[in-house]
């Protein structure tokens, strides 16, 4: 009977990481299509952002979503890109079209690396600058991140 009743609290607690995990994408206006975001930061000359993720797996991606992309500073930063996900999710179904730009990106700017992941290019494509991993709880590397980038754009 305990064990029923931790497996049960236990279950709840992973849905409900799960569950947050997603709702803190919608705090940053985020892209699925590169190359539309590719049109508006030219037409806006901002950087792009790239955030390859596995948001339903990677614990770290979790924690990510859960402190960094709700941090006001962090949030205000974001006017100042155009920010595009690229999601490896396990659990969460994609469609192929997606799935299938999701790995051209992989392919093209994160062939061998892990997630999480941010890669910042032009809005021509050409790399900027990239962050690898996330800290958890400590959100002023990827802050001073997208400051650099912003900072290069202007520059």
Not at 95 to 104: A, D, I, L, V, W
């Amino acid at each position: 009977m305990k064990l029923m009743k931790n497996l049960i609290i236990l279950t709840l607690l992973i849905g409900w990481q799960f569950a947050t995990a997603q709702d803190h994408k919608s705090e940053i206006n985020w892209h699925l299509d590169f190359k539309k975001a590719q049109k508006i930061a030219k037409k806006q000359h901002k950087p792009i952002i790239i955030l390859f993720t596995g948001s339903d797996w990677c614990p770290p991606c979790r924690a990510m979503h859960r402190d960094l992309f709700v941090n006001k500073e962090f949030v205000e930063l974001s006017k100042k890109a155009v920010f595009v996900y690229v999601d490896f999710p396990r659990r969460t179904a994609l469609s192929t079209e997606q799935r299938q730009k999701n790995y051209e990106l992989k392919m093209k700017y994160r062939a061998r690396g892990g997630v999480p992941a941010m890669v910042a290019v032009t809005p021509e494509g050409k790399v900027i600058k990239e962050i690898v991993g996330y800290r958890f709880g400590f959100p002023m590397g990827h802050i001073n991140f997208i400051k650099e980038v912003v900072a290069y754009m202007k520059g």
